[in-house]
C-alpha cells in the first residue's frame, strides 16, 4: 500500500491513474491521515495538496475533517508556529472539568432498562459523541449501525448469547473500516479506535440520563460462523 501512495506523490500520469482507483472513503481517510502527520511538523506537502484536489474533482460533500485538512494545507504552505487551534472558554473551565470527572465517576453498567424508546435527537447525539472520539492519525474509521427494532434485537440477543441485550431499548453498533490500516494495525489499532468512540458514547449516555452496558461483538466474543451470520442479518460490508 505504501508503494501505491509512494507513486500517487509523484504525480505523475500513473499516479493520477492510481489516485482514481480509490473510493471515496479511502480518499477521504488517507488525506486526514496525510494532514495528521503534517499538522506535526507543518511542512509543505504535495501529497496532501494532491488529495484535497481529487476530492474537489469527485464534488464529494465536504465535512468538518476535510476542512481540517485544508486549514493543515495552509498552515503548511505559510509555515505557520505556534498554537492554532484554541478552546472555548467553557471547556476551559474548571467547572466543565468537574462534570466530566463526575460523569466517569458516576457511570456504572447497566443490564436493566425500562421499555421507553430512545428519541432521535438523543440517538443523534449518542452518534455525534462517538464521531467526536479521537482515532488513530485521524482516519475516523467507525461506521454505526442503530438497532431499535425488537426482532433485530432479539437476534443479536440469541447471537451473543446474552438475555439482558434483549430488553434493550436500543443497541449500537460499533465498526471499524478495516482496509484503511495497515496489516500489522489490523491487529489492534480498530480496536483501539473503536474504544474510545464507545467510551464517548457511553459517557454522553450518562449525561442524558441513560443507562448503558459495552458488550464485545468482535471475533474474541463470538464464533465465526455467528459474526457472518449477523453481517448477512444487518447487510454489513465485510470490510467492516
Known sequence: MEIFYGIIRRFNPLGSMLLRLLSDEKLKARLRYVAHIYSMNLMENSELSILLEEFKRRKIEKDRSIAWCEEILGLSRNNSKGTWRILDESVKSGESEGFIFKLMKQRRSVRKWQQVAVVQDKI???IQAGIEAPSSCNRQPWR????QNKEDILFLAE???L??????PLLILVLTEGSIYTRNERKY???????????????AA??????CCLVNFNEYG????????????FGINNRL
Do not use: W
Open 124 to 126: 443523534e447525539r449518542l
Open 144 to 147: 454505526f449501525l442503530t438497532v
Open 159 to 161: 447471537a451473543r448469547k
Open 163 to 168: 438475555k439482558f441485550v434483549k430488553e434493550a
Open 189 to 203: 489499532v480498530p480496536f483501539l479506535d473503536a474504544g474510545c468512540a464507545i467510551q464517548n458514547i457511553l459517557l
Open 206 to 211: 450518562e449525561a442524558m440520563g441513560m443507562g
Open 222 to 233: 463470538i464464533p465465526a460462523k455467528t459474526k457472518s451470520k449477523i453481517y448477512r442479518h
